[in-house]
T-cell receptor, first 112, second 115 residues
Framework: RKEVEQDPGPFNVPEGATVAFNCTYS??????FFWYRQDCRKEPKLLMS???SGNEDGRFTAQLNRASQYISLLIRDSKLSDSATYLCVVTPYGGSQGNLIFGKGTKLSVKP | DTEVTQTPKHLVMGMTNKKSLKCEQHMGHRAMYWYKQKAKKPPELMFV???????INESVPSRFSPECPNSSLLNLHLHALQPEDSALYLC??????????????FGSGTQLSVL
């Protein structure tokens, strides 16, 4: 089983749609969780950290389910500018310092 | 705009060339990283510097040689690369190491092509 798994997509949705991505991780002792966004040929940028209590930032909501070992990202009222690849990122507890584990990413395409 | 600056943005080199990638941050971050990213793949960690000391080398071939002259600068020296080394090379920094839930800030990368 891969350490961090994501549905690669692509998710093709119309503007205004609500879209959800899931990500599963294999190491139950994983410590920190993030969603990064990466535009084509650009660097990854932190979208949001993911906390056990769930957290929201505008149209974006992230959830963590430690029991089931999955993380989700919900995007409401999709904008054209949301088109990007969304990377699920996990830090393993006790793992090498600095060793973020990246999922392969889920590609989102928002259409007019 | 990223606060981690990488130069050059693009680099084409032959297999016998020696070149260097440069990275700079002025956020006072004490951890800096080199990642390699191939098309449609996630970034792969190469090296981590923590407080200017190399703390992680992910079994990277010796044709890649990192250097951290001070807490703001990170270089990656390249020599005798292979065509399969062509990729986007990303520098990143964080306030501390990621094990303490620090967020990673990436530079815009150097797109490297080895001919």
């Amino acid at each position: 089983r891969k350490e961090v798994e994501q549905d690669p997509g692509p998710f093709n949705v119309p503007e205004g749609a609500t879209v959800a991505f899931n990500c599963t991780y294999s190491n139950s002792a994983s410590q920190s969780f993030f969603w990064y966004r990466q535009d084509c040929r650009k660097e990854p940028k932190l979208l949001m950290s993911v906390y056990s209590s769930g957290n929201e930032d505008g149209r974006f909501t992230a959830q963590l389910n430690r029991a089931s070992q999955y993380i989700s990202l919900l995007i409401r009222d999709s904008k054209l500018s949301d088109s990007a690849t969304y990377l699920c990122v996990v830090t393993p507890y006790g793992g090498s310092q600095g060793n973020l584990i990246f999922g392969k990413g889920t590609k989102l395409s928002v259409k007019p | 705009d990223t606060e981690v600056t990488q130069t050059p943005k693009h680099l084409v080199m032959g297999m016998t060339n020696k070149k260097s990638l440069k990275c700079e941050q002025h956020m006072g971050h004490r951890a800096m990283y080199w990642y390699k990213q191939k098309a449609k793949k996630p970034p792969e960690l190469m090296f981590v510097y923590s407080y200017e000391k190399l703390s992680i080398n992910e079994s990277v071939p010796s044709r890649f040689s990192p250097e951290c002259p001070n807490s703001s600068l990170l270089n990656l020296h390249l020599h005798a690369l292979q065509p399969e080394d062509s990729a986007l090379y990303l520098c990143a920094s964080s306030r501390g190491t990621v094990a303490t839930n620090e967020k990673l800030f990436f530079g815009s990368g150097t797109q490297l092509s080895v001919l």
